[in-house]
């Protein structure tokens, strides 16, 4: 998922926004000069049957952005993503949709933004908004990033509610040892955070999380364990694949996963594009630095709007919407 945020004025008491190319609706154009904003991109787990088929149908230039992402793939995305076609929770090819529909809901709208982030995969989407790398480039390399993570094996992730990150991190180190370990995977929120690694680590872990604090621990049914040590194989192949790959200076900052920290420099983003397959999402603290940036406002660009209901809980003082349909573009243009 990809999120555009815009930062607000220290000069004004009405947040003003700075990141929107201009709109052809003098309505919508109003309606986003009064705050600035950030964009966030979703990730794994938002995709459904039919996504972005609206988009496709009815704008012009979202129309123009999904041929692009269709004409650079070796498999029928357009089938996956419009038609009823259980490929699509398959990882190697929900990334590319996700990555597709973000993209062609950044097109259909027009939404630039002060600061963009994205979760996981959505990281992508996010870096080709922000200029950094070309869709041309970006679906080849969320292409090869899904391969080579359903080309994992062993391992497994949960899903801790309630449960705040020192206590978790504590039992996570206590059970590990040299050869099986445990780790934070995705920091989503202060009381919402997912584990990954050793599957026989994670069934302990679902055994004692309620005495460290956890209100719930779930078992999530994923191909691998993403964002942890067993996925080094997958990163070095990864870092391989991507080293030609030119990526520019970012027209506006990225905070990026793996640092929450907003980047500039293109060889600091493409280090932590690929240590992300093994470190975890730092969410909550990428919310953070997107406060102390002077974010007033943020818009989630994807399908559903998982990431708007995380954002509620660490900063309420950052405004959410979200986009995902046509509908959702309508109902900007009219006020």
């Known amino acids: 998922m990809v999120q555009v945020m815009e930062k607000q004025s220290s000069q004004q008491s009405v947040k003003q926004k700075k990141w929107l190319n201009p709109m052809q ?5 109003r309606r986003w000069e009064m705050n600035e904003e950030d964009d966030f991109i979703p990730g794994q787990g938002s995709q459904y049957a039919g996504m972005a088929k609206d988009i496709y149908e009815q704008s012009p230039e979202g129309r123009t952005l999904l041929d692009e992402v269709f004409l650079n793939v070796d498999f029928d995305l357009k089938s996956i993503m419009f038609e009823e076609d259980e490929r699509l929770n398959m990882t190697q090819y929900t990334q590319p949709a996700l990555f597709a529909h973000s993209l062609a809901v950044l097109a259909a709208t027009g939404l630039k933004g002060d600061v963009v982030l994205g ?3 959505g990281e992508l989407p996010a870096l080709v908004h922000a200029g950094v790398i070309t869709v041309k480039d970006g679906i080849s390399i969320v292409s090869k990033r899904g391969e080579l993570m359903a080309q994992s094996e062993g391992g497994g992730m949960a899903a801790v509610i309630g449960m705040e990150y020192a206590p978790l991190k504590e039992l996570c180190d206590s059970l590990s040892d040299d050869q099986r370990k445990i780790q934070p995977a995705n920091i989503n929120a202060p009381d919402q955070i997912v584990i990954s690694g050793d599957e026989s680590l994670i069934d302990d872990f679902v055994e004692q999380g309620k005495s460290y604090g956890a209100r719930r621990v779930m078992k999530l049914n994923v191909s691998g364990a993403f964002h942890s040590y067993l996925m080094e194989d997958a990163r070095e192949a990864f870092a391989s694949f991507i080293k030609e790959i030119p990526f520019a200076t970012p027209t506006i900052p990225v905070i990026q996963n793996v640092s929450a920290a907003s980047e500039m420099n293109p060889e600091t983003i493409r280090a932590q594009l690929i240590d992300q397959l093994t470190h975890p999402v730092r969410f909550t603290e990428s919310i953070q630095t997107a406060s102390e940036m002077g974010v007033g ?5 994807g399908p559903k709007k998982v990431l ?4 509620r809980k660490i900063d309420r003082s950052i405004s959410v919407s979200h986009i995902d349909t046509m509908a959702h573009v309508k109902e900007l243009e009219n006020g």
């Not at 406002?297 to 660009?301: G, M, N, R, T």
């Not at 708007?308 to 954002?311: C, E, H, P, Q």
Request: no cysteine; aromatic share 0%; charged share 25%.
């Open 25 to 29: 609706s003098p309505k919508l154009k």
């Open 297 to 301: 406002e943020a818009v989630e660009v």
């Open 119 to 121: 979760h996981s995969l």
């Open 308 to 311: 708007s209901g995380l954002v």
